[in-house]
């Protein structure tokens, strides 16, 4: 398992990893209050009880008519009709409309039986008490909301695996579902490893650092709708390291293990997971930077990613593997959608043939489009991330990007 | 106070809205452990107390040198350098280089004293014990983080106002920062009206809907940073709708009423509003398609926004008009970037001229671009927005907007 004998594409490594794992995913389905469930991933199709609306219903204020009655109606030659009753609001009406007969009605009121068209107000004139002046024709339908026209009664209104945003709340809500089914979240154990690292509460001695990866990586987890399994911080102690790797793969679905930043502590991460169980390492070393001397294996059914250990390429590489094998652990059947900016590149961008890069920007207005400019910093700088909004990808077929070039900035959320 | 007498471009009536109130805002400030913070907002700007790396650190696997120690050097000459240890990781090393010598170093490493460089381990090789060759001449600073680089003492790294990513915590743990000033959730009450309107967990009888907008919404303001204020849901009385907005004033920053959809309704709303205090209401109408009869309104400082019934409309509306108004709440001094995709557009689509239309679309891959897709259906239809993946904006100058067009799909997250 020689490190960066052949660094495989990162979408090819993908592949190789995501076809290592059993689907469809072992995650489990729970019970979530619907007012609750922003974000969460729907554990099985929603299918409707009932129509929606549950009645035909006025889209104006007006009167419900039969628009037979109102055929040829114009300011000169008026319908006259007999105003018969009022449509209350969030009550059922018992009116029936005869030939020549019109009811009010205000907007979101239920449709009477034999009425197949509303009127609008303005397009009508009082003639008499309870007689009005219809002055112009309706088409049957005009003007109404039919029932379930918005959702019949049996039909699928929500995918599996769909993410749920405020519009599916309101929309299981108008259906009376107050409680949902919904994905577990997968457990992501964080296992941030080297000697030189820091707990947070700790004094910070010389040659020491503060850990950062396993909170950065740890709120991206949270973002992606992960629940962190937040674990020990190890020093280069192989032994220590797969004891924590045994707890995590039993208790936790998906294992992020950061690597110290040598060779020799990269060899270390390796060797332990390989000794977790088969398939074990799957890929090591990927054409992407940064982040080289990424780790994709499986033991069982469990992924588990190797990161680097400097933050930003720990950073993006999480960005890149985790959401597709997150969506596909969730059931998500959608393609992803990265939330991006098109923009214009200030700068001429050198890249390498073959290896896939990216590069993070900052980005600001100019006239009426976005210019994005490379963050100038080491890829181990954390403020280079803080100073980025968004990452730009130059393919492996490039050799770099020309400045006013057009680009998609990813943004970093 | 008649609707729609003017009706504003959307613009202009968020302008007029935001200076009718007074900023900074009231929004104050709380202490959140910066592991729980992503999504805040940074009520300070954080200064670095230590320079970041602490210490000058290797980014290479190799030995410590003094470059000019290796000047000239070649693999047909090579430079000889004495080893005179190593540095080891998470430890302060006491080792000075004098001329001639060199110091073992893994990736992350101090930089021991008088030591400006770092050559590769490829780029040495052992001669006798205790001694190198170096093959390749090193630059002065060559694979060497300086301290300080990353982010120096006193440095300002976040500003007041950024809303709290991954990166930023990762950023603030780096720092030794485990807790943080962010702002206070904006307490946003959402008062839903309707006679017809029934809340989750009761029966729905004939001529009635369940209420959708106070979720839909509450989820919208839960995703922009707010903190849902549920208030009760009324029915079309003045009196009701009055007393409940006195309450709201006092309790929460922002107040959203959603109309009952009738002109009677929407009149009540306003002219309650109205009553809630000066300058009472300030925009009664905007140019916008869905949601025409949009109310912008202030009491005091608390600003109050009156929402068409329809969901559609009510959640197009508090999309456009919240998001400005809670960034400049929270003191965010960056323009709002809406998470957006570039796309071509399958059919045509009309608007009128001077109107600014929001349109619901579905966006599906094709080769290698996006396509978007009008969801059709009315505005009154909550799943045309379940259906939706974004909207497309078409700005007033336009009447229309062309098959195959570049448009910008704002995608609703």
Same mark, same amino acid.
């Given at each position: 398992m020689p490190e960066f004998l052949h660094l495989l594409p990162p979408e090819q490594a993908l592949s190789i990893w995501l076809e290592a794992l059993p689907w469809p995913s072992s995650i489990g389905a729970e019970t979530c209050a619907t007012v609750d469930a922003l974000g969460r991933y729907l554990a099985e199709d929603v299918v409707a009880?009932?129509?929606?609306?549950?009645f035909s219903r006025s889209t104006v204020d007006g009167y419900a008519v039969r628009a037979a009655d109102t055929?040829?109606?114009?300011?000169g030659l008026p319908a006259y009709l007999e105003v018969v009753g009022e449509v209350r609001m969030g009550e059922g009406t018992s009116l029936h409309l005869k030939t020549g007969q019109a009811a009010l009605i205000h907007t979101g009121g239920m449709i009477p039986e034999h009425a197949d068209a509303v009127v609008m107000l303005e397009d009508t004139q009082q003639a008499r008490s309870r007689q009005i002046e219809v002055l112009k024709a309706a088409a049957s339908g005009e003007n109404i909301l039919q029932r379930g026209e918005d959702v019949q009664a049996g039909a699928q209104v929500v995918q599996a695996g769909t993410r749920i945003r405020a519009q599916e709340i309101g929309g299981l809500m108008a259906l009376g579902l107050a409680e949902v089914s919904v994905k577990q979240k997968p457990r992501v154990a964080i296992i941030s490893t080297g000697d030189e690292l820091v707990a947070p509460g700790q004094p910070v001695g010389p040659g020491q650092v503060r850990d950062v990866n396993s909170y950065a990586l740890g709120a991206l987890v949270d973002r992606m709708g992960g629940r962190i399994s937040r674990r020990r911080l190890l020093g280069d102690d192989r032994r220590a390291l797969e004891e924590e790797l045994r707890e995590a793969h039993a208790a936790d679905d998906i294992i992020v293990v950061t690597a110290g930043s040598s060779v020799s502590e990269r060899d270390l991460t390796a060797n332990a997971i390989q000794e !977790?169980?088969?398939?074990?390492?799957?890929?090591?070393?990927?054409?992407?930077k940064p982040g080289k001397p990424t780790i994709l294996a499986a033991a069982g059914i469990k992924p588990v990613l190797g990161l680097p250990g400097n933050p930003v390429s720990a950073f993006v590489v999480a960005g890149y593997f985790l959401p597709p094998l997150m969506r596909r652990m969730l059931g998500v059947t959608e393609q992803g959608r990265t939330p991006s900016i098109p923009a214009r590149l200030a700068v001429n961008i050198a890249s390498e043939t073959g290896r896939e890069d990216f590069v993070p920007v900052r980005i600001r207005q100019e006239a009426d489009e976005w210019v994005a400019e490379p963050v100038y910093g080491?890829?181990? !700088?954390?403020f280079t991330l803080v100073r980025a909004d968004g990452v730009i990808r130059i393919p492996p077929s490039a050799t770099g990007l020309e400045k006013d070039a057009r680009v998609t900035v990813m943004l970093l959320q």
């Open positions: 009880n009932d129509p929606l609306p549950p055929y040829g109606a114009t300011p !977790l169980g088969e398939p074990g390492v799957l890929v090591h070393g990927v054409h992407i080491r890829s181990n !700088l954390i």
